[in-house]
């Protein structure tokens, strides 16, 4: 009879557990129901900074249970126009994933509807109204990094660099860049082109103008012979990486890990975990620990790094590889303080 009650009260317990489980479950499965997350932006498939972020929604979908739609607006003049329309839809996170264009929109759109969250990608609003925050990278960090490596390995006078628009976000990299040059040979020049500007022609989309990349790309080889450039272009890179596929030219990728597009010619990337920041502050909106501010994200907090360098290490050196290591953990204590476009 005892042993009969033991049994009955064990099932009892276990009953009780699955019902406790099922109802926090379905608490969770309910709270993030009122989340939808919409990343409003100009292009995808750049293997870079966009794609980044479609890798956040995805895992956010699969991870939250959040439902995720990508508005692709082929232009930054519609980006307020789709915005409002993703609100309309019913989306209460929004993701304004072009940087500097998304800024007037959110701050219009942030007045007007207190009760969404606006994320401002790679661009700080400074002024954070009601549920609007930024979300941004001490890309300069990263970028003193690949200088140091760069000023190692080049044998020319001169080191080049493509960037999509003079900007600050790209200007940082740039001023990252030069650091880390200087730190290891001050005589040792960096001849910068941006393809808003330089280019044989104007263009809206720099960042997806693989064909003016690669113009630059072949000014910066012939007229100055350089042996590195450093691509700040999203998805124009790859025109840069098709040029010097055959030329004794190295590349260095940027935002995500690029170097097996052209195994042995790039040799590292800068990488930028857009992906990491977005998912964080989704996290925090989910958990109610939101903050309207700037989150912004270094080699401390994983923000940015360089990829692993798989195909190169040998051509990178395993001596200049402890160095950086060494090197990112002075930046990581303090010890060395990086230039930046930016008021840390």
Known sequence: ???????????????????????????VEFYNKNFKVALVISRIGDNGFADLQVKALEFVSKNYKLKTKIYLTYGFEKIEEYMEKAIKDGYNIIIGGNGLFCEKPIKKLSKIYKNVYFISIDNDLKEHNNLSCSL????????????????????????????????????????????????????????????????????????TEPELASYLAKKLYEEYKVDIIYCVAGGSNFGIYDFIKDLPIYAIGVDTDQDAYLKGKIIFSVLKNIDVGIIYIIDKIINKSFKNINYRLGLKENGVGLSQMKF?????????????????MKIIKGEIVVPTKFNE
């Open 1 to 27: 009879m005892k042993k009969s009650l033991k049994i009955i009260l064990i099932i009892c317990i276990i009953f009780v557990l699955f019902l406790t489980f099922l109802f926090l479950f379905d608490k």
């Open 136 to 207: 941004t990278f001490k890309q300069n960090e990263a970028s003193f990094l690949a200088g140091i490596l760069a000023a190692k390995i080049s044998k020319s006078n001169t080191i080049g660099f493509v960037g999509g628009m003079n900007i600050d976000v790209i200007n940082d990299f740039l001023i990252g860049f030069i650091g880390g040059i200087n730190y290891i040979n001050s005589k040792k020049q960096v001849k910068s082109f941006y393809i808003d500007q330089d280019a044989f022609r104007k263009t809206n989309h720099p960042f």
């Open 312 to 328: 190169t290490k040998d051509i990178v050196g395993e001596e200049n590889i402890k160095f950086i290591e060494e090197i990112r």
